[in-house]
C-alpha cells in the first residue's frame, strides 16, 4: 500500500522564487536563506518520493473573489506554471497523479471533508517555490504532486483543528491506496509576516521557534488556537501556518524531527523549515 514517509514545512516566499531565477542566490542577503535548504535536499534524493501532496494557498492566481473554495485538490494530469503579473516562473510544469488524487478526494469526501475537485488550475509560487527549495532547478521535477489548496486569504480560513482532521482524513486515504507509493506531505507558507497597514514588516521570532516546537512535541496546543492569536503574534499573513497543521495531522501523533531550519529576514518574512518523520 501507499505509506506516509515524511513531512515537510516551509515558507514559500515569492522573494526566493525570484532570487533563484536571477541567479542571486549566492549574495549575502540570500545565500544563508538558501543553504538551509541543503540538508533537505540531500535528503529528498535519498528518499526519493513518488508523490508529493502539497498544501499551499493560492495568491489569486487559479482563485479569485468569484470563486473561494476552503479546501480544493488538484486532480489533473499536470498543472501549468501561473504568470503572476511578471511572467510564469522558469520552471518546469508540474506533473499531477491524478489516480491518488482522485482516491484522495474520494475517500476524504466520503469520509465528510468537502473538498474541490480541480480538473484546470495553474499553480503559482505558493506551491512552485517550496519545489525550487528541495530541488533546485531540474529540467523536469522528480516527483509527482498533488496540489492542495487552502483559503488562508479571505476570511473565514479554516480552523487549526480542521486543517489537523483533513491531515488524518489524507492519512487514511493515502493508507487504503494499493499501490506502494512513496507519499510525502508538506505544509507550506509562513512563517510571521504582514505586507500592509501599520505593522507591515513584523516579524516575531519568539513566537515562531515556539511554533516550530509545539509542532514537534505538543501540536495539541497548535490544535486549537484560534485565529486571532496567528494575527496578533504572527501578523495578517501569519495565518498560512495553519497549513502546516495538514501536514502534521498526517503524520500522526508521535514524530521524529529530522531537521530544523529558520531565518530572517528574507524579503520582510521568516523563514521556518522542519522535516518530520512519522513514528513506526
Not at 545565500?31 to 538551509?36: I, K, L, M, Q
Not at 485538490?73 to 504568470?83: H, Q, R
Request: hydrophobic share 45%; glycine share 8%; charged share 20%.
Amino acid at each position: 500500500m501507499a505509506r506516509i514517509t515524511a513531512g515537510i514545512t516551509t515558507s514559500h516566499i515569492p522573494a526566493v522564487g525570484a532570487a533563484l531565477d536571477l541567479g542571486k542566490t549566492a549574495e549575502p542577503y540570500w545565500h544563508p536563506v538558501f543553504a538551509g535548504y541543503d540538508w533537505v535536499k540531500r535528503f529528498e534524493v535519498e528518499e526519493k518520493p513518488d508523490v508529493v501532496v502539497l498544501v499551499y494557498n493560492d495568491h489569486a492566481s487559479a482563485f479569485d473573489m468569484r470563486i473561494i473554495p476552503t479546501f480544493a485538490i488538484g486532480c489533473a494530469d499536470g498543472f501549468p506554471i501561473a504568470d503572476e503579473g511578471w511572467g510564469p516562473r522558469p520552471v518546469p510544469p508540474v506533473t499531477g497523479h491524478p489516480d491518488l488524487a482522485w482516491h484522495i478526494a474520494q475517500s476524504c469526501i466520503l469520509d465528510e471533508f468537502d473538498l474541490t475537485i480541480i480538473n484546470e488550475m495553474a499553480v503559482d509560487h505558493g506551491l512552485t517555490v517550496p519545489l525550487s527549495l528541495m530541488f533546485g532547478q531540474p529540467a523536469a521535477w522528480p516527483v509527482k504532486v498533488i496540489p492542495l489548496a487552502v483559503n488562508v486569504v479571505i476570511y473565514p480560513p479554516p480552523s487549526g483543528n480542521r486543517c489537523w482532521a483533513l491531515g488524518e482524513a489524507i492519512a487514511r486515504a493515502v493508507e487504503s491506496y494499493p499501490e506502494d507509493l512513496n507519499v510525502q506531505v508538506w505544509g507550506t507558507g509562513g512563517m510571521s509576516h504582514q505586507l500592509q497597514g501599520p505593522r507591515a514588516g513584523l516579524i516575531n521570532r519568539t513566537w515562531d521557534n515556539a511554533f516550530l516546537d509545539r509542532l514537534t512535541t505538543r501540536p495539541e496546543a497548535l490544535r486549537h488556537m484560534p485565529h486571532i492569536e496567528y494575527l496578533r503574534e504572527a501578523g495578517s499573513e501569519g495565518i498560512e501556518l495553519v497549513m502546516w497543521l495538514i501536514m502534521r495531522g498526517a503524520l500522526g501523533e508521535r514524530v521524529t524531527e529530522l531537521n530544523r531550519f529558520y531565518h530572517v529576514p528574507a524579503s520582510n518574512t521568516a523563514v521556518g523549515h522542519v522535516v518530520l518523520r512519522p513514528a513506526i
